[in-house]
């Protein structure tokens, strides 16, 4: 175990049994980091009540158990001291640290446990419709996404992808009739290059302006509904060209989505007629003004009216709500997910707790399955607006990412002579940039898109990580060394050096609360203080100079460092240069 926090927490449980009795062996210790020394147990405080003695005095009885008792706790806490009204401040013992290092070191997982109870889950997000471009928007829901799709599946999760790909609607008989129109060539170059906005409004400008064109679109919506044949296949077509656009743009940023993964909202069509028997047959659906809609409990209006899921339209058409409708029932009643994690804008939070509210009235979300929204706040422009170009539109995402890398390019322009190795390292410092201030902030609380700060070398960033990485590797190679070598043993003098031991020994902690909370910035927080601890680490410690046993030690230390941070900047899917 290398976990200080889990180890500590069941140390405290053992003298709290020993102490006040067996039935005490499970009550949270309440472990928490301190300024004071390396944790604090705050549980003396509530078990003052219970025991009816003052928190001090339980604080002290406790105390004298972790340190006095020769057991193991004498072998990892070098101190435990009562302060204040009755926290127990714990230091660690320095062998004991240097112990879990190594084990930590020699640990292909360094220390990230696989999940005990292995889910099945899926992660929906991005969101891509087809024939529209990602734009500036799309980059967090997809992003943070990955990560946590990335970051379950480390730990043994079986993970689904399921990008909700909008490719259904009444708009597509107007599309189809525009690429009969420029015919199949012209369509495919328009939109394989993600040019979809001048193929929309061109299709959008017949549609308006020529009644015979705009006769055969609406023909065609029917046609594609009653699943005509050639008019699937013309269909079929666009969905294909813009796959083959999301394809790229997703490499590109080294997103792990695959066509596989594409869970299109035409999949449900099959289902959506029997969904709604089902839910109107258990009185969940009842028709209104035409329209079969459920209401579930818990959702009104502004005029306190209740709000509405329109499962099937006045005209039997099915929209939105529908397909989502299908999706969480074949999610849980056909996949069998125990958890599905919607990575979605906050604008659609309503939406989705009524799907969830739906789904459990109707008994497909049954404990211990859950569905959450994580919820993706508003990536802004300076001032709070939301991103426009100059002519108004949404700022593209791949355009966002070639100002990033430009911005990036000239960042590192002085160090690298070679173009073509400065424009891999500045493709690798833009994406990653670009992702990790994304991923950085909590998902929920929106963000001010400042490319300066995004691409500085100091500070929470993503070049300040990569950085790091580099930095890392240089040392070896100064030493002609190859990192895998270096393997210690560990010994911990210095405080930068027991401070960066520690500090490593956090990280399956780290990866777990990211599957646990579906928070992605919590590891990135994690890897930004390993980060600054191997730079104060690295200031104070000389590593190639020093003697024997240290330098082994030390070159240990920067062993495990580098593969914490590689593990983690890949789990977060932000590229790493091997140089920089
Ligand atoms: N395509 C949708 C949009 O552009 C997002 C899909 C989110 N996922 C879901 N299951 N509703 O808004």
């Known amino acids: 175990m290398t976990d200080p926090e889990a180890a500590l927490g069941s140390l405290v449980q053992q003298a709290l049994a020993a102490e006040f009795g067996a039935e005490y062996a499970s009550t949270d210790p309440l472990i928490r980091p301190s300024g004071f020394a390396d944790f604090q147990a705050n549980v003396a405080m509530s078990l003052s009540k219970p025991l009816g003695r003052s928190p001090r005095d339980i604080a002290g009885d406790v105390a004298d158990r972790l340190t006095s008792a020769p057991t193991v706790a004498a072998k990892a806490v070098a101190k435990a001291e009562v302060s204040g009204p009755g926290f127990i401040n714990i230091t660690l013992a320095d062998e004991w640290i240097a112990a879990q290092s190594a084990q930590q070191l020699a640990d292909p997982r360094l220390g990230v446990a696989l999940a005990e109870h292995r889910q099945r889950v899926v992660v929906d997000y991005s969101g891509p419709n087809v024939a529209k471009e990602l734009h500036a928007g799309h980059l967090r829901a997809t992003s943070v996404g990955d990560a946590i799709a990335r970051v379950l599946e480390y730990l043994d999760h079986e993970v689904i992808r399921a990008a909700h790909l909008g490719d259904w609607g009444t708009q597509f008989g107007m599309l189809i009739e525009h690429a009969l129109e420029i015919g199949e060539q012209a369509t495919y170059d328009q939109l394989a290059s993600g040019e979809f906005t001048a193929f929309y409004q061109a299709a959008r400008a017949q549609f308006d302006s020529d009644p015979a064109f705009a006769d055969q679109a609406r023909k065609r919506v029917v046609q594609l509904q009653a699943g005509e044949p050639d008019t699937i ?279 777990t609360d990211v599957a646990a909370t579906a928070e992605p910035h919590k590891l990135a927080g994690y890897l930004f203080e390993l980060a600054s601890a191997f730079t104060v680490f690295y200031e104070q410690c000389p590593v190639l100079s020093a003697a024997d046993e240290t330098r082994s030690s030390r070159l240990a230390l920067c062993a495990l460092t580098l593969s914490v941070l590689m593990t983690g900047l890949h789990l977060l899917g932000i590229p790493v240069p091997d140089r920089m």
């Open 233 to 511: 296949r013309l269909w079929q077509l666009l969905v294909d060209d813009s796959m083959e656009y999301l394809r790229k743009i997703y490499a590109r940023l080294n997103i792990t989505l695959t066509n596989a993964d594409m869970a299109p909202e035409s999949f449900y069509n099959s289902m959506l007629g029997d969904v709604c028997d089902e839910l109107e047959r258990r009185g969940i659906a009842v028709m209104s003004d035409g329209a079969l809609c459920a209401f579930p409990p818990g959702f009104a209006g502004r005029d306190g009216k209740p709000v509405p899921l329109m499962l099937r339209k006045s005209d039997g058409g099915y929209g939105y709500d529908s397909t989502d409708a299908a999706a969480i029932r074949y999610r849980l009643t056909e996949i069998g997910v125990t958890r599905i994690i919607y990575v979605v804008g906050a604008e659609q939070s309503q939406h989705l707790q009524m799907i969830f509210e739906l789904a459990r009235q109707a008994g497909w979300l049954v404990p211990p399955a859950t569905a959450e929204h994580a919820v993706i706040g508003l990536m802004t422009g300076p001032g709070g607006q939301r991103l426009r170009t100059r002519s108004g539109e949404q700022v593209k995402l791949a355009d966002l990412m070639d100002e990033a890398v430009d911005r990036a390019a000239t960042v590192i322009a002085d160090r690298y002579a070679d173009p073509l190795q400065r424009s891999q390292i500045a493709e690798a410092v833009g994406i990653g940039a670009l992702k990790y201030g994304d991923l950085s902030v909590a998902r929920a609380s929106g963000y001010v898109l400042d490319f300066d700060r995004l691409l500085a070398l100091t500070g929470n960033t993503g070049p300040y990580l990569q950085y790091a990485t580099a930095r890392i590797r240089s040392i070896f190679a100064r030493a002609g060394l190859d990192p895998a070598d270096a393997t210690g043993p560990i010994a911990l003098g210095e405080a930068a050096e027991r401070a960066l031991a520690l500090r490593l020994l956090g990280f399956g902690r780290a990866v």
